[in-house]
């Protein structure tokens, strides 16, 4: 007989999308299980670029104090075009939500410290070794049907999982074990080639890039990094480095069609392709492997009481580092939905928002990976001259210049539709700018101590009245409050305004002071909790 779980949320997939997903579950207060097919957490370097806002969401899980310094952190792109010339210099521009806006990490780092983190989340099951083999829908609930084998005690990297308590169903290797998973709701996080979408019936929109690239990591690469990845679009074999910290960097060499995957990936082969950047000598190749880059999305993000997120929902090529950052939205974006309908605290159509913000930017950014990738890797003479000429002579038009280096192109999500609400009349023009972009985080005081802003909201919904002198007014969904002083002013276009905040830091709409109450009513069909927000009680925290 199959050993049966009954939990809030099941996560299928457990990447760095999954992982955040059921961590940030679990500190709502949900029963949460993670199944992952293989028998521990990724060890493959693939994803290396995290923008500010994955590292505050890493922050907020309270891993960053662990990875930053396994980070190179505020880092920029260059671009050298024919002959080795340097076209463009590229670096996000002034940081608002906290966290450099763009920095190289290492993936099965920052996968082993998610591990760790929901390892410690008593209401967080794990099981590894655990793959999904049906799935069975019903009117309030989802039964996934699972096959776990004896490798199911290893965790991430070979540490064993039943050590920490998190899978007290280890069975003896070799052995297979049936299990059953009832849940309320399903988030399918398992990757490009997922199970559940394919199980689903949910189709993928888009194609197969032709060009394959060799990715090749390496370690113990002397010296210090400069911090930007190079982009070598030479005409001949564009190839990008990518430089990390502790020795390691990664080199991308576009294929040619005649060229055999296999045989360019040898140790002879790798020689040759680095030795122009790199002494091989000096080194240790961790990993050589050849992909080749898609870009497409799903039909749907959601199919009853189930929900794609990650590569499982999107697959983009690796060019504006967007892959793993589209994920981590995805979690955010789904986790606290899915908290909320199952708390009471929303009605459904807060689920079917999910997809209508997610999707349209997931969307933009495969569009804007795949124009990128075009610039890197053309290889026609004319396209590379023109190309070149049109990128140097943007310094010529300052504005045009200011888009570009300033990595501009590289668009945050703005929500326009979704949860979110239109500004309450009477709002300047200006501070309408925050309404469905995610809220900054600047340095404020408190008490005359020094704070960042993300340590004064608290879990759910949250407003902030800006009054005069740069004075806020933070208020939970208890009615708990604190004031604060905006160093930095960033919030002064504001003033006399409430912001409405979201769970996942996303402001969802604007009012005059003294029209907050028509601004909570406006959401307050789907988000049911703020019928009653700030109602239980009046006071100071801090």
Not at 127 to 135: G, L, N, P
Request: glycine letters at 10%; one cysteine or more.
């Amino acid at each position: 007989m199959a050993q049966s779980h009954e939990i809030d949320v099941l996560v299928i997939g457990s990447g760095p999308t999954g992982l955040t997903a059921a961590n940030l579950l679990a500190d709502t207060g949900l029963q949460v299980a993670l199944i992952e097919k293989n028998p521990g957490s990724g060890d493959e370097p693939r994803a290396i670029s995290a923008t500010d806002e994955t590292l505050r969401v890493m922050a907020h899980l309270g891993i960053m104090d662990e990875l930053g310094p396994q980070m190179l952190m505020d880092t920029g792109a260059r671009y050298f075009g024919l002959g080795g010339k340097v076209i463009a210099d590229v670096r996000p521009g002034t940081p608002r939500l906290g966290q450099p806006g763009k920095s190289q990490f290492d993936q099965p780092i920052m996968e082993g410290l998610l591990y760790e983190a929901a390892t410690l989340r008593q209401n967080l099951g794990l099981h590894y070794a655990t793959a999904a083999t049906r799935i069975e829908q019903h009117a309030d609930h989802v039964i996934v049907h699972a096959t776990r084998t004896g490798e199911a005690t290893t965790g991430f990297n070979g540490s064993k999982a039943a050590d920490t308590g998190q899978n007290p169903y280890a069975v003896a290797e070799g052995e297979e074990t049936a299990l059953e998973f009832k849940a309320k709701w399903v988030l399918a996080c398992d990757g490009g080639r997922s199970f559940t979408r394919r199980e689903l019936g949910i189709g993928l929109q888009g194609s197969t890039q032709t060009e394959r690239w060799i990715v090749v990591d390496l370690l113990d690469v002397p010296g210090n990094p400069e911090p930007f990845a190079s982009f070598h679009c030479n005409g001949q074999r564009p190839a990008v480095v990518v430089p990390g910290v502790g020795g390691r960097r990664r080199y991308e060499f576009m294929l040619f069609d005649h060229e055999d995957g296999d045989a360019m990936i040898t140790p002879e082969s790798i020689t040759a392709l680095v030795a122009p950047f790199q002494d091989t000598n000096v080194v240790s190749v961790r990993r050589a492997a050849v992909y080749t880059a898609h870009q497409r999305i799903a039909d749907t993000y959601r199919k009853g009481r189930i929900l794609l997120a990650g590569d499982a929902a999107h697959l983009m090529p690796p060019f504006a580092g967007q892959g793993l950052n589209a994920g981590i939205r995805d979690a955010v974006g789904a986790a606290w939905r899915l908290a909320a309908v199952i708390k009471g605290e929303a009605s459904e159509v807060l689920i079917d928002d999910y997809e209508t913000e997610r999707r349209p930017h997931a969307e933009e950014m495969v569009k804007l990976s795949k124009r990128i990738g075009w610039v890197v890797m053309n290889t026609n003479p004319v396209i590379t001259r023109v190309r070149d000429a049109v990128v140097t002579s943007t310094r010529i038009i300052p504005p045009l210049n200011r888009w570009l280096t300033g990595m501009r192109f590289l668009k945050q999500p703005h929500y326009t539709t979704g949860t979110v609400a239109a500004p309450v009349s009477g709002v300047p023009h200006l501070a309408q700018n925050f309404a469905g972009r995610m809220l900054p985080q600047p340095n404020l005081e408190v008490n005359g101590a020094t704070v960042m802003l993300d340590e004064l909201l608290s879990a759910g919904w949250n407003t902030i009245e800006v009054a005069a002198g740069s004075q806020l007014v933070f208020t939970n969904q208890d009615g708990d409050s604190v004031r604060a002083k905006d160093i930095n002013r960033v919030f002064d276009t504001a003033t006399g305004t409430v912001l409405l905040v979201r769970p996942d830091y996303y402001v969802a709409g604007i009012a005059p002071a003294r029209e907050v109450d028509q601004l909570l009513e406006a959401l307050s069909a789907k988000a049911t909790v703020l019928r009653t927000f700030g109602a239980a009680k009046q006071g100071t925290r801090g």
